[in-house]
DNA sequence: CATGAATGAGCGTTCATTCAT
DNA sequence: CATGAATGAACGCTCATTCAT
């Protein structure tokens, strides 16, 4: 039994190993450029071993994702739990603060939400694999969503279908993502994302709050 | 020359054409996933036709944006040219109709623009091309900084960065279009583009307003 | 009648005018390289044009050392006829001048001989052409070796055999004209090519030449 | 260490099997008309293969000439060395045994020397690779003129452009070999390339010894 | 007769994936 | 378990050849 557990540890840092580096290649890359030889190298392994720990590439891709999309998703939980306690203008902060740290985790974070729904990807998945990320991606949007849906009931917020918040929410935050993303590739070194973010959630965050009081 | 004149338009009748199959297999599956074949099928023709009138795949999908910005710039210098006709917040709302157009004419729009700085595609394209590129998508992001720039100026912004509210249009819009073009290939076959950004604007012209307490 | 003779000539014309384009074209980028685009542009015609006047790429070229190989065949006639006039020491000189002479008319001239005995292009062309080749091909290193015979029997030149001594004289005149072509497609402009030739015959004669007098 | 040893050797021996296959397609067939499916089939391996041991296919074409080149260079360099030990008219004899060496070694051997001046050829090759062959190339020219140069001096030889002797001698060689490579591929069986090559050599030594009457 | 647009077969090359070691 | 050599399918692209005008 302990060899069994230090073995299933063992593969669960190789996977971990593998993971780190195919995240830096496939956001360098993107994913067709990049390839299992580079990932490969870059996990300091074998191509063919990549095969030992993932079924085939998009699985590798669908993976990585799928920890970000669980890890949003813990984190998001964590909102509704304390959902009386804070206001919601405050959990838009919290929002904030989440994205930015699954931005830190895993920078193409969102961005992979609008690759993992092509078809031509979701067809080379297992479908255990499809079903489990299908779930987890509704219970994220829905997550982002009943936050506005709360605000808008307390007449915090202006009122507006949820999920189109929620949408404009991820939209604004992967498209930054992949504008600062193309400006490096194009040579540019510095990173903005983050104070972007903060002023995009400052934008939003007013604009969405119903005027008060005159 | 009568006939000189019909061969020309016959010629960029074809071009149309292919354009036209081109923009929505790309916009469907990708540039990379895109293939010349795909493209040809679209268009009623040939792979090898293809050639007859674009260089290479690279060129294709780059003259098809090169048209966008095209449009989008002309537009935007209209902007410029009433400006002291039009308050900034009116601009706004100009450079969303402008958006929306541009996004009729062609879906993939300004999601280009993050693609067109990629190194990758830059290398494969003749070099004239490459400084039109360059040339046009930095007048476009100046034009529509600029609208922001005066809004802080005359006092109806808050003061940020210019250059990072143009961004953040962008950003927000293809965002949100890459989104809805993930939920069709998905099956699904509803578009929220437009109502998506007439809220997107509305979110932000407000967020955006610096607060008069009167 | 008139009136078909003069077709026939119009036609001869267009024909000629292809064979100086494609002589060029061939002599510059070599069989494979040469496009029939390449060809038209410089005939002044277009592409589909040729096939009116030629088979196919295979047959345009062949046909135009079908054409110097007859030229050659027929001057090589004359030295035979005057077989008894000149001593054979003197026919070679009368060689020399001839090849340099098929060299102006057309300076891929012998090269051709090499190309035209491989099966890839002979599969190509229509059997009488084949057929043609094959005859005048013979027809001319026979005609040399025969210059050597005589010599040979006359007690001139030392008793080798005759084919060889034709053959050593179409490789020589070959080497150097394709090593001289491969200089100037690397940059060289100058052309070395008589000077070398007359040399080439200068040692050859002397090398030939039974050793007399002691 | 043994092991990396053994994978090396391995290697080496795939890069020599195809290298084996590469050298009787290309005489067979030329560059152009050879392709890597051919030379694939007759190393009895897949075509994707070929590039995990050759960059592409003109590297392929050039690693072969390079190898016979270095070979012909090394051999050359030993006369050089012997410079005062034998006569300049013994060396053309060693001179003809390293040629008909070299055609036993790789039967293309300096036919190559033409294909490899072509700017097309060069363009598609790596910089270092173009730098050797250039320098080998001149080195090899260079090597042979010398040995009539010095022929020259010591009166041995008539006075003529040593480099054109040494343009001669390859000329002629090659020549000869695409000429027997003709007829062979014409569906003749006999080889004369070794006993012409040796009648060329009795020619030219005698064409050029400056004539002793005494 | 001449055109040139269109075709389609073919080639060089890449790369995810497999499998013997 | 790890390797990396080998495969083969697929793609971008070229060009000889055809054919409607």
Redesign the pocket.
Known sequence: MGIRER?ERE?ER?KQQITVAAKRIFLERGFD?????DIAKEAE?????L???FK???ELYASITLKVLQFLNMRLAHIKAEKFDISPKEKLDVLKDILLDAYDFDSMALINLFHLQSRELLK?LSPEFIKQIKKITKQITDEIADIFEEGIEKGVFIKRHPAAFAQIIISAFSGIVLWEEGKKSGGDKKDYVKPTIELVFEILTKGMLKERNT
Chains 1, 2, 3, 4 share one sequence.
């Open positions: 073995k593969r190789r450029k990049a390839t299992m030889e392994l074998s191509a063919g071993t095969y030992l720990y085939n590439k998009h080379k």
